[in-house]
């Protein structure tokens, strides 16, 4: 069965710092992979996606995310941090031809201070 | 503007009686989700339509059903909720379901039962 592993629960992280939030996943095929992100009061949009391509995927506000195959890996990455930023982070998978299935990890909570 | 749109945005019911959540959306999206989200945990699947076709998945409990009348209205019934039914219920939709479109989420309803 597909799982997803966030590393980090929860983070705190001074404004201007660098963050990186860990996500491994299982499933031996191809995959489709996503970083959510909720910030405080709304409801989860998409940050960035990988189906293909690229490794190396930009998102929004700053974001990107390195897919590693061999790591089963995806992280989120920014160079410096705002606290705008304080929001639950989401990484999800979902199996390439799926049903549109995600399978979520259980959230990284980023807390930026100013 | 809302697309995706939940009611109530909390919602209190009694242990074991009937509860229905509703979800609204205004993309025309051929998929609607269901998920469920308790606390601290990975928002998890409970079903989806894909048009009017129902899936839903294997583990999840006879007490939730869902309908979905038409294009834009999808509900989630819990025949008699338990006290392990307390969880964030998030509507999502998506245009088709290869698996590498984006899921566009509403604000959720969170269910108490007292």
């Known amino acids: 069965a597909q799982s997803v592993s966030q590393h980090n629960h929860h983070v705190i992280l001074s404004e201007a710092a660098s963050l990186e939030l860990g996500c491994n996943y299982s499933?031996?095929?191809?995959?489709?992979l996503f970083w959510y992100v909720q910030y405080p009061g709304q409801h989860l949009q998409l940050l960035l996606k990988y189906f293909s391509g690229d490794p190396l995927v930009k998102g929004i506000k700053g974001f990107e995310a390195e897919f590693i195959k061999s790591k089963f890996s995806f992280n989120l990455r920014k160079p410096s941090v705002q606290w705008s930023d304080t929001a639950e982070y989401f990484c999800a998978v979902n199996a390439a031809g799926n049903t549109g299935k995600l399978i979520f990890g259980q959230g990284t909570t980023l807390q930026v201070k100013p | 503007d809302a697309m995706v749109i939940q009611n109530p945005r909390y919602q209190v019911t009694q242990f074991g009686k009937p509860v229905t959540l509703s979800c609204s959306q205004t993309?025309?999206?051929?998929?609607m989700y269901w998920y469920q989200q308790k606390s601290s945990q990975a928002p998890k699947l409970l079903f989806h339509y894909y048009d009017k076709d129902f899936n839903n998945e294997a583990d999840t409990p006879d007490n939730f059903q869902s309908r979905r009348p038409n294009t834009s209205f999808c509900f989630l019934d819990i025949r008699s909720p338990g006290l392990g039914d307390a969880a964030m219920y998030l509507c999502a939709t998506s245009t088709i379901r290869t698996g590498s479109e984006k899921l566009f989420f509403g604000s959720g309803t969170q269910l108490s039962v007292l």
């Open positions: 499933y031996g095929g191809t995959v489709n």
């Open positions: 993309l025309n999206h051929n998929v």
